[in-house]
């Protein structure tokens, strides 16, 4: 009651009426509909005055114990689904992973058996091919039936989840068939492992030459590959963590054709560098070991991402949360940084983040939520369940205040199971007080009050987001 309810279209003072777990009306205040005003006719009333009532946050991208780079990642389903609901965030799209030798059926049931019982919030899967097959081709069918709609497949990690072109053109096939969405990792997996073995011969050993033997080149050339496969087959394609300026002209390009092409990027490529990760004392900088890896500065990638983020063409900003200790997990990497487990934690800050690009003037208020919230879920068939205050939509509401502040790192705002942050130090204007996960109040006033098993799996359509 009381607050500015921002949607991805305006931003308007109202009331919200919840029912159990549902969004049941939207009210002008004051309005006399109920019989009496909402403060009269409601049982509970959350006081929202001077804050902004916002969708829950839409992550489409995390990785919860995901085994990759000799261990697993950090955070539980447990841990990451309430780390990412301190931040405002109560829908988490994740990854099944299938390795070669296994069927994706297979593979998702294990990924059901880890996150059933243990999430804060709802959840919804993607499935990693890693073996593409006639085998797994079937299966993509079959998983579309169970609301797994989205299948990534990467082009980096040659020996790991890695698809040559010839397994890209035909999972694309199916894709296109289908109408699910292909996600693609796209970097030149193979060129980049002889730059890697070249650094290293060199004694280029230190985090930083992560990024530098992972060269812009090699992002766009891999995007471009993957949009021309995709004009080919039909497939909708979404590119993941997008940090290339070049690699985004490619998107815009494709996307100026009409082609169904969508870029996702994430918070560390528009508010991290590759000097800082020089400049990072000792093996600091690997906690900024993430693919693609951090850009250039100097180059302008992060001004150049933030400007697609206001043109449109990026379509949405998730977290690609792979969290990984220092200690025994990111520590294998110590004099060869290409045993450093990739992937950086921030499931519970992209909200804030994003925010504080509102508070800089670089994207609107109501960009803000479409970016975060709003088009996630579509681009991910959840919409109108997901990413709107509207009458019918699960009662997952934030309710942040523009005036608060929340300063990031250890031993302050932080949830995730890391020990240590990538964004230590960020000081954010604005603050996520209370957070709805299906009309439950599971975030309040600095007090947890959600539990694992609360969050359900979301079975999800085919992406609203298609032209
Ligand atoms: O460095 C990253 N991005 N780790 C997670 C795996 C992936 O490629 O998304
Ligand atoms: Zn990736
Ligand atoms: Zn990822």
């Known amino acids: 009651?009381?607050?500015?309810?921002?949607?991805?279209?305006?931003?308007?003072?109202?009331?919200?009426?919840?029912?159990?777990?549902?969004?049941?009306?939207?009210?002008?205040?004051?309005?006399?509909?109920?019989?009496?005003?909402?403060?009269?006719?409601?049982?509970?009333?959350?006081?929202?005055?001077?804050?902004?009532?916002?969708p829950g946050g839409v992550d489409g991208h995390t990785h919860m114990q995901l085994p990759f780079g000799g261990t697993e990642a950090s955070d539980t389903f447990e841990t990451g689904t309430r780390a990412a609901a301190w931040g405002g965030t109560t829908t988490i799209v994740d990854f099944a992973v299938q390795k070669p030798g296994q069927r994706v059926q297979d593979t998702l049931a294990q990924w059901h058996d880890k996150a059933t019982g243990q999430c804060a919030?709802?959840?919804?899967?993607?499935?990693?091919?890693?073996?593409?097959?006639?085998?797994?081709?079937?299966?993509m069918s079959e998983l579309v039936g169970e609301g797994v709609t989205s299948f990534k497949l990467f082009m980096a990690y040659p020996g790991v989840f890695y698809s040559d072109d010839g397994q890209i053109l035909r999972a694309m096939q199916s894709a296109g068939e289908l109408g699910a969405l292909m996600m693609m990792h796209a970097e030149n997996g193979i060129a980049i492992d002889v730059l890697v073995e070249q650094a290293l011969a060199r004694g280029d050993t230190s985090p930083y030459f992560h990024g530098t033997s992972r060269p812009w080149q090699m992002e766009e050339e891999a995007t471009h590959r993957a949009i021309m496969l995709a004009q080919l087959t039909g497939a909708p394609l979404y590119v993941v963590h997008v940090s290339a300026?070049?690699?985004?002209?490619?998107?815009?390009?494709?996307?100026?054709?009409?082609?169904?092409?969508f870029a996702e990027t994430c918070p560390q490529y528009l508010y991290l560098s590759l000097e800082e990760q020089l400049g990072a004392p000792g093996f600091e900088g690997a906690k900024w070991v993430c693919s693609t890896p951090l850009r250039s500065r100097a180059e302008g990638h992060q001004d150049e991402l933030w400007r697609f983020i206001r043109t449109g063409d990026v379509t949405a900003v998730s977290t690609d949360h792979c969290p990984f200790c220092m200690k025994d997990q990111k520590e294998l990497g110590v004099g060869d940084f290409s045993k450093i487990p990739n992937g950086i934690g921030g499931v519970e800050h992209r909200m804030d983040l994003l925010f504080q690009g509102v508070k800089d003037g670089r994207i609107s208020l109501e960009r803000w939520v479409e970016v975060c919230c709003t088009t996630p879920a579509r681009m991910f068939g959840m919409y109108p369940r997901k990413g709107v205050i509207s009458p019918g939509a699960d009662a997952d509401v934030v309710i942040y205040d523009p005036n608060g502040h929340t300063s990031i790192g250890l031993g302050k705002t932080h949830h995730m199971n890391m020990d240590h942050s990538a964004w230590e130090g960020f000081e954010i204007d604005g603050h996520v007080d209370t957070v709805l996960s299906r009309g439950r109040v599971i975030v309040d006033d600095g007090a947890y009050h959600g539990r694992a098993g609360h969050g359900r799996f979301i079975r999800r359509g085919l992406s609203q987001n298609l032209v």
């Open 1 to 54: 009651h009381g607050g500015t309810v921002v949607s991805a279209t305006g931003s308007q003072l109202l009331d919200v009426l919840i029912e159990d777990e549902t969004i049941v009306a939207v009210l002008q205040p004051g309005s006399t509909a109920l019989g009496a005003d909402l403060a009269a006719a409601a049982d509970t009333v959350i006081d929202a005055t001077a804050k902004y009532v916002i």
């Open 121 to 139: 919030i709802d959840y919804g899967f993607h499935q990693i091919i890693g073996d593409v097959n006639d085998e797994s081709l079937k299966g």
């Open 245 to 261: 300026k070049q690699a985004m002209q490619q998107i815009v390009t494709a996307r100026d054709n009409g082609q169904n092409v």
